[in-house]
Nanobody, 127 residues
Framework: VQLVESGGGSVQDGGSLRLSCQASGYTHTTNYIGWFRQAPGKEREGVAALYRGGEGTLYADSVKGRFTISQDKAARTVYLQMDDLKPEDTAMYYC??????????????????????WGQGTQVTVS
């Protein structure tokens, strides 16, 4: 299984970016697939996720109304459309997916399990 992110970059405050995560090497529906971010000196944060192959979505409170997660099943790609970006959104963004475990979800907060697979990350910088 491989997850490859793309689409990061540098934008000004209020700008937009779209991240892509292309998954390969699997044949069945994910339990969860989504995006996490980590800024220097801060804990990793779940940003947005799809569960049960897209039956539902999760969003961190900090991005609700600004970020949208979507997928193209045929292309095995998950997208994160990020609008109205703010400097506090600056972080390394990682795609993560789990076909075995079920993430720990507490309201709008969610965290992965030991069976989660990760991409290499893509940097988003907002100034």
């Amino acid at each position: 299984v491989q997850l490859v992110e793309s689409g990061g970059g540098s934008v000004q405050d209020g700008g937009s970016l779209r991240l892509s995560c292309q998954a390969s090497g699997y044949t069945h529906t994910t339990n969860y697939i989504g995006w996490f971010r980590q800024a220097p000196g801060k804990e990793r944060e779940g940003v947005a996720a799809l569960y049960r192959g897209g039956e539902g979505t999760l969003y961190a409170d900090s991005v609700k109304g600004r970020f949208t997660i979507s997928q193209d099943k045929a292309a095995r790609t998950v997208y994160l459309q990020m609008d109205d970006l703010k400097p506090e959104d600056t972080a390394m963004y990682y795609c993560a997916a789990d076909w075995v475990g079920w993430w720990n979800v507490d309201g709008s907060r969610f965290e992965t399990t030991g069976t989660t697979r990760w991409g290499q990350g893509t940097q988003v910088t907002v100034s």
